[in-house]
Antibody, heavy 120, light 111 residues
Framework: QVQLQQSGPGLVKPSQTLSLTCVIS??????????WHWIRQSPSRGLEWLGR?????????DYAVSVKSRITINPDTSKNQFSLQLNSVTPEDTAVYSC??????????WGQGTLVTVSS | QSALTQPASVSGSPGQSITISCTGT?????????VSWYQQHPGKAPKLLIY???NRPSGVSTRFSGSKSDNTASLTISGLQAGDEADYYC???????????FGGGTKLTVL
């Protein structure tokens, strides 16, 4: 049974970096058939795809245009996890952030979600 | 404003069938057969119901079905049950620079 467990702070100050980690159990971050995504959800923006990392003989990343200049998603094969870093956050980045497994062009497994509030 | 358009709300009585539409463009829904649907109860993570337009993951009830015509995808729920009351979201891959787009969500009320 595949599970994703998220961790990270729920409060980040404006202009600082939001950092979250997603630990994978029951699958591998290096899987050749899955991708590992970050998605956020807020009342004002709805659901928003942020980016993904995946392995197909080498590592690839794709990012949403809206955050491309500020986002990094990194795999960590030693800990079987992947992370999200979002720089220079503003209150508009306040949202529930979720990691998810991508399989068959869909998100079939989700983390529990982390409410991240950007406030001083 | 979400890239895919869904009705804000739909309702139905127990036992009835309802359909939720998801309208995109020729760059997303109309281009790819990569539409998926999710059910989300309050405070919970979304649950995958349909992938690749009409495929159900193992364990998802056959009461949920998906289809697509041109730029519009649809989710049909038959035999409505009280537990179906939730928010429903569609997604699609897109040929634009952002890989995936979401619908704004539809709140289903079971009367």
């Amino acid at each position: 049974q595949v599970q994703l467990q998220q961790s990270g702070p729920g409060l980040v100050k404006p202009s600082q970096t939001l950092s979250l980690t997603c630990v994978i159990s029951g699958d591998s971050v290096s899987s050749n058939s899955a991708a590992w995504h970050w998605i956020r959800q807020s009342p004002s923006r709805g659901l928003e795809w942020l980016g993904r990392t995946y392995y197909r003989s080498k590592w690839y990343n794709d990012y949403a245009v809206s955050v491309k200049s500020r986002i990094t998603i990194n795999p960590d094969t030693s800990k079987n996890q992947f992370s999200l870093q979002l720089n220079s956050v503003t209150p508009e980045d306040t949202a529930v952030y979720s990691c998810a497994r991508g399989h068959h062009h869909a998100f079939d497994i989700w983390g529990q979600g982390t409410l991240v509030t950007v406030s001083s | 404003q979400s890239a895919l358009t869904q009705p804000a709300s739909v309702s139905g009585s127990p036992g009835q069938s309802i359909t939720i539409s998801c309208t995109g463009t020729s760059s997303d829904v109309g281009f790819y057969n990569y539409v998926s649907w999710y059910q989300q109860h309050p405070g919970k993570a979304p649950k995958l119901l349909i992938y690749d337009v009409s495929n159900r993951p193992s364990g998802v009830s056959t009461r949920f079905s998906g289809s697509k015509s041109d730029n519009t995808a649809s989710l049909t729920i038959s035999g409505l049950q009280a537990g179906d009351e939730a928010d429903y979201y569609c997604t699609s891959y897109t040929s634009s620079s952002t890989l995936v787009v979401f619908g704004g969500g539809t709140k289903l009320t079971v009367l």
